[in-house]
């Protein structure tokens, strides 16, 4: 049977050091091979993002796709994940991208086996790399072409066969990935939606977006021009969502504020023109005002529990005196999750903060407290 190659949807994760001017990658991924699928078609696709307080963000897709053939068709499938760079991990020949794990794919109910590689990177063939010959690792570990004696652009392959049988059939796809993050934003989620179109519809009839804050309150944003028309529905937890002008890098997006929850949105006949970024909300105006020196925002304006910008990037935007700014320090965490405050001026306070969601029957427990959080408090406590 004819084989195409195909390429699911994979995560590009940046992370920039704090007031560093070089970017330094975990992986960018999805190099497609410019082949078309003429036959299968897409009639669905659940995409679930999970949130978490730790450095991994989790993927889930459920995948209907339809094949209109009287017999079965077998497809091969998988992605390229560009290397990580700046002096993280080398290559392995045999295992997969160092920042990408937990991968697993079902098809019909079945779990298919899958392969690691290495292939040249946007090759229009699958071609994966032997050690030997051409090829040798220097002693860094990466990849040298004696021929060219060039170090050549190369991605970490995952794929499998597919065998599509008449009618509609069933993929579900799961991993993990390192999150990135900046000097400007917390975390970044990056989801390439484009690939849609390289299936037969050249879209997704049936599409689900589930963003999810798991054990976790997240407030981040989502540029206006991923999606037309969008209607985010909370379907679980505590959540507020709003459209502004300026939320997404300084331009017009959606912000939401959940906590131990999701948002929800559904489209039809959806046709990708945009990459999706769910990204942390601190990029909305801290980061151009504070390089403009037109700081004017209150402390706790954006607050993550798992934020890589220390206090010295809040501390930058203290309007109160030290005082009042340390008592809101200490009891920001408890805030995050929904505590109502006796005192009329932190109340006062919080509810000024955009993301802030009071909990009537939260009950303080620090047991869940992160790292950071436990930063905030001692602070805060002039310790």
């Known amino acids: 049977m004819k084989k195409h190659l195909l390429l699911f949807p994979l995560l590009c994760l940046l992370f920039l ?18 082949m078309q699928e003429t036959d299968i078609s897409v009639r669905k696709e659940i995409l679930t993002i999970t ?18 053939n009287s017999t ?23 295992g997969g991208h160092p920042f990408v794990g937990n991968f697993t794919v079902e098809m019909n109910g079945r779990t298919l086996s899958f392969r690691n590689g290495l292939c040249l990177l946007g090759s229009q063939r699958l071609d994966t790399l032997t050690l030997g010959g051409k090829y040798e690792i220097d002693e860094e570990g990466w990849i040298w072409d004696k021929t060219t004696e ?23 796809h799961t991993y993990s990935f390192r999150t990135a993050n900046s000097n400007s934003s917390s975390f970044s989620v990056q989801y390439k939606l484009t690939p849609a179109a390289r299936w037969a519809n050249g879209q997704i009839d049936d599409f689900t977006l589930v963003v999810r804050a798991e054990r976790t309150a997240k407030h981040f944003v989502i540029a206006d021009t991923v999606f037309p028309n969008p209607q985010f529905t909370l379907t679980e937890g505590i959540g507020k969502h709003r459209h502004t002008a300026t939320c997404y890098w300084n331009q017009p997006g959606h912000e939401f504020s959940l906590r131990d929850g999701s948002y929800t949105l559904h489209l039809n006949n959806f046709k990708p023109q945009k990459e999706l970024d769910i990204v942390s909300a601190d990029n909305c105006l801290a ?49 995050h999750r929904g505590r109502m405050f006796k005192s009329p001026e932190l109340q006062k306070y919080f509810e000024s903060l955009w993301w802030y969601m009071p909990d009537p029957n939260y009950v303080d427990d620090p047991s869940d407290f992160t790292e950071y959080d436990r930063e905030y408090i001692k602070w805060g406590k002039g310790e």
Do not use: C
């Open 17 to 34: 050091p704090v007031l560093a001017n070089d970017g330094v990658y975990y992986t960018s991924g999805n190099q497609l091979v410019p």
């Open 72 to 94: 079965a068709k077998t497809v091969l499938m998988g992605f390229e994940a560009d290397p990580p760079s700046g002096g993280f991990p080398s290559f392995s020949w045999s």
């Open 287 to 335: 980061y151009q005002n504070f390089f403009a020196d037109h700081i004017n925002l209150p402390f706790g304006f954006f607050y993550d529990r798992s934020s890589t910008l220390g206090l010295w990037y809040q501390a930058s935007m203290l309007p109160r005196e030290e005082s009042f700014r340390r008592r809101i320090a200490r009891n920001l965490p408890y805030a």
């Open 150 to 172: 060039r170090y050549p652009e190369v991605a970490f392959v995952y794929y499998f066969d597919a065998t599509f049988q008449p009618g509609t059939n069933r993929v579900h």
């Open 51 to 68: 949130l978490l307080d730790s450095s991994v963000t989790l993927v889930d897709v459920y995948y209907e796709f339809f094949n209109p």
